[in-house]
């Protein structure tokens, strides 16, 4: 059976966490070394399984998104030209900005526009930022307002944000505004909305975390995009999290390495907690913590974020999506017939009121949420009065397994 959604606000319900590069340069790194992530973190923040009150068969909201916004033809889905855009207006990114190398996809960008740029002669725009640039505007604009559309396109940027802003993808590069201060900045758009404050806080903490010690320890998480693009089919499949596999990077060693890359198809619980061969995304993660000087609250605060994120990969803790789903298979009204009735509905939306409330909810957060002094073991610092060594050691060990 298929379902239609009346509206694409029905499912317009993802969090976005904004990134700050100190450059161009950064912006690019984290842009591509932060697409490779984004599915693993969509599996991980799957919280859609319910839609126009039936239980359906997939976790997340992305290709709900991307269909209500898919704007092709007839003739554009059925019979593409060379310049037919091969994907919905809401799809995984179709380039990386830092490496050609595992840009494998070849998506088609207006060359004219292409041309253009590359013959201005501006220093920070290189073939990659070029094809990028010229692939959004491959697209037709979707969007207007009435009193903005006669503007001096030397002096104002609204133009070309109306269309970036429009191509939503699970990475969105946003160069600095005309006449502001401020610099160049990523988007990471694949975070499902939580059931509480606690939970969007960790997941939105882990992704800032990961993309300091990404930068503090020139991590190498590329892979071809073609593989990303699986991920992200993957990922939204029932219980990924612990079902599926996914396409990673082994050999995450110093991005001026060029060695080939070793990748394997892992389970969520392997990238993020590790493997006999692989440290693990938290542990890298919390090198950076340990290497970081903080007062232990706020430390400890952040571990127990990275707790949450590290017993959602193991299973330990469910996702939002398969406590959903136990709860309605579980209700008292439920018939075993994909029907969440409004009596149902009811009951599922006061019992979500409840927890964002304080509710305890061991299935969704075990006991991280009424910690008092937050105190994890894997966080070290003077405040459990251990030696400086250990603390060295740790980070040690991490960079010995990225050198």
């Known amino acids: 059976m298929c379902l239609t959604a009346n509206a694409n606000i029905a499912v317009f319900h993802v969090t976005c966490t904004m990134f700050q590069a100190c450059d161009l340069d950064e912006a690019k790194v984290l842009y591509d070394q932060l697409a490779v992530v984004s599915p693993i973190v969509m599996a991980l923040s799957a919280g ?101 559309v006669e503007l001096d396109d030397e002096q104002d940027t609204e133009h070309f944000e109306s269309l970036q802003s429009s191509n939503w993808q699970n990475m969105r590069f946003k160069p600095p505004p005309a006449g502001t201060d401020i610099g160049w900045r990523v988007e990471f758009r694949t975070i499902e909305a939580q059931i509480t404050d606690f939970e969007n806080a960790a997941f939105v903490a882990f992704c800032i975390l990961l993309s ?28 990924a999290v612990l079902q599926e596999k996914f396409f990673f990077r082994k050999n995450i060693q110093c991005c001026k390495c060029d060695c080939e890359p070793i990748i394997a198809e892992m389970t969520v619980d392997e990238i993020i907690n590790g493997s006999e061969d692989f440290p693990g995304v938290c542990r890298i993660i919390r090198a950076y913590i340990n290497n970081m000087d903080l007062e232990f609250v706020t430390a400890a605060r952040l571990c127990s974020y990275i707790t949450l994120i590290q017993k959602r990969a193991s299973g330990e803790l469910k996702t939002t999506a398969r406590w959903m789903r136990d709860y309605v298979k579980n209700h008292h009204l439920y018939q075993n017939d994909s029907v969440v009735s409004e009596e149902l509905t009811y009951d599922f939306v006061m019992e979500c009121d409840a927890i964002t409330n304080g509710k305890e909810c061991h299935e969704l957060l075990g006991t991280l949420r009424k910690k008092s002094d937050f105190q994890d073991k894997h966080f070290r610092r003077d405040s459990y009065h251990t030696d400086d060594k250990e603390i060295e050691e740790e980070v040690n060990g991490v960079l010995g397994i990225l050198e």
């Open 48 to 148: 859609s399984p319910i839609y126009r009150g039936y239980l359906c068969d997939v976790d997340c909201r992305w290709n709900v998104i991307s269909d209500s916004v898919d704007d092709r033809t007839y003739e554009e889905l059925h019979n593409p030209e060379p310049k037919t855009p091969r994907n919905s207006r809401y799809s995984c990114i179709n380039s990386y900005l830092k490496s050609e190398k595992y840009s494998d996809v070849n998506p088609p960008y207006d060359h004219d526009l292409y041309e253009m740029l590359m013959s201005a002669n501006v220093d920070i725009i290189d073939s990659l930022l070029a094809k990028h640039i010229a692939h959004i505007f491959n697209r037709d604009p979707i969007s207007a307002f009435s009193n903005r």
């Open 212 to 239: 300091r010690a990404l930068a503090s320890f020139k991590c190498n998480f590329y892979i071809p995009l073609s593989l990303v693009q699986i991920n992200m089919e993957r990922a939204q499949k029932r219980d």
